[in-house]
Structure formats: C-alpha cells, structure tokens
T-cell receptor, first 116, second 115 residues
C-alpha cells in the first residue's frame, strides 16, 4: 500500500491564481480530511469527508472547496489564492467514519504552498 | 469545544537523558488523546493514543504517555532519548461520540537533542 499520497510537494502561486491539491489513499478509508499547518498554530482542520459524495466544513474552511467523487480521492481547491493561504497542507484518512475518532488517522507527506 | 495546550515551544535534551513533553487538554468528558511526531519535511506519525482503560499507554519508538484526569494532562515520556528523536511533537484531542469529528492539535513542541 502507498498509504496517503499528496501532489504536488511544493507549489508557488500568485495571488488570485487557482489550483488543486491532490490527495489519494489506497486503504479504502471512508473518512478523509484536510489540515493546514502554520508556524506556532499546530494543525487546523479545513474540510472533511465521511464518504463519496459527502463533505463538510472544519475549523478554517474559507477560501477552500472540496469534493469527493470516489473513495480514493479528496482534492482541495483554492479558487483564488491569497497570501494568507501560504501554509503546509496535510491530507489524512482513517478507516471508518462511523467508528469515530478512535480510529488511527494516517497522514500524507504534505504539500508546501507559497502564495506571493 | 475541546482545546490542547503544549506549554513548551522548544525543549533541549542531552542524548541519553530522559524526556517529558507536557500536554494539557480541555474537554467536557474523557477525550480521545493522541501524540504525533513530525520529522523535518515529513508528515505526522502516530506515536500512541489513549481511549480508555489503563492510564499508562505504550507507543512506538520507546515512548509512553500517562493520562491524568485530575490534571487534564497527557504527558509524553521517554527514559532515554536518541538523536533520531529530534522532531516536532504534537498532542491532539478528539471528541467522543463517533461521527466525523476531526482532531484538535496543540501548537507543538520542538525537541532538540544535544550530543
């Protein structure tokens, strides 16, 4: 198993540009989520999904869109990038959304995004 | 809403010395508690977790943590650190009740190992 994969590893954008951060998992996990990591802030939940076709907002959803058309993929879209979105983005997945938070979450390696 | 406090931003420990990283949480009931480690340029790896039962939990890489309800704490310990333990450590709390709750993370403690 590859686990949770993310692409790209690094990206530089100009203000106002759009892009999609890709996340895929091959563990057949129902639950997937996106976090952003900022210095001195820890990780904060952006969006999450409990299964294909179902998404919801986390703590810091503004400026981001998600969709979940398949179990494997959970892309994160920035429609109009802003410097405040400069961050490291982590995708995570866990086995069973109904099983709750006790299931171990697996994290991808992260995408470093710089918005100029 | 739950919250996590890691009081120490940086900790420096000599190789071979013992380690304790502090974590305090705020939650209305007994939470799920986690410790994650992040090596430079890497994603997060789960060290250990507490859900119920024995309040002393063992994890990978020789780490352990003790849940103390009276102090709302979940401190991470290791008896003898190795240079490879240098990393960022995150404590996290998850709400009980199932569903799709995410984790709430502390701001992290950066561990520096002196030779």
């Amino acid at each position: 198993n590859a686990g949770v994969t993310q692409t790209p590893k690094f990206q530089v954008l100009k203000t106002g540009q759009s892009m999609t951060l890709q996340c895929a998992q091959d563990m057949n996990h129902e639950y997937m989520s996106w976090y952003r990591q900022d210095p001195g802030m820890g990780l904060r939940l952006i969006h999450y999904s409990v299964g294909a076709g179902i998404t919801d907002q986390g703590e810091v959803p503004n400026g981001y869109n998600v969709s979940r058309s398949t179990t494997e993929d959970f892309p994160l879209r920035l429609l109009s990038a802003a410097p405040s979105q400069t961050s490291v983005y982590f995708c995570a997945s866990r086995t069973d959304a109904s099983g709750g938070i006790q299931e171990t979450q697996y994290f991808g390696p992260g995408t470093r995004l710089l918005v100029l | 809403a739950q919250s996590v406090t890691q009081p120490d931003i940086h900790i420096t420990v000599s190789e071979g010395a013992s380690l304790e990283l502090r974590c305090n949480y705020s939650y209305g009931a007994t939470p799920y508690l986690f410790w994650y480690v992040q090596s430079p340029g890497q994603g997060l790896q789960l060290l250990l977790k507490y859900f119920s039962g024995d309040t002393l939990v063992q994890g990978i890489k020789g780490f352990e943590a003790e849940f103390k309800r009276s102090q709302s704490s979940f401190n991470l310990r290791k008896p003898s650190v190795h240079w490879s333990d240098a990393a960022e450590y995150f404590c996290a709390v998850g709400a009980r009740g199932g569903g799709a709750d995410g984790l709430t993370f502390g701001k992290g403690t950066h561990l520096i190992i002196q030779p």
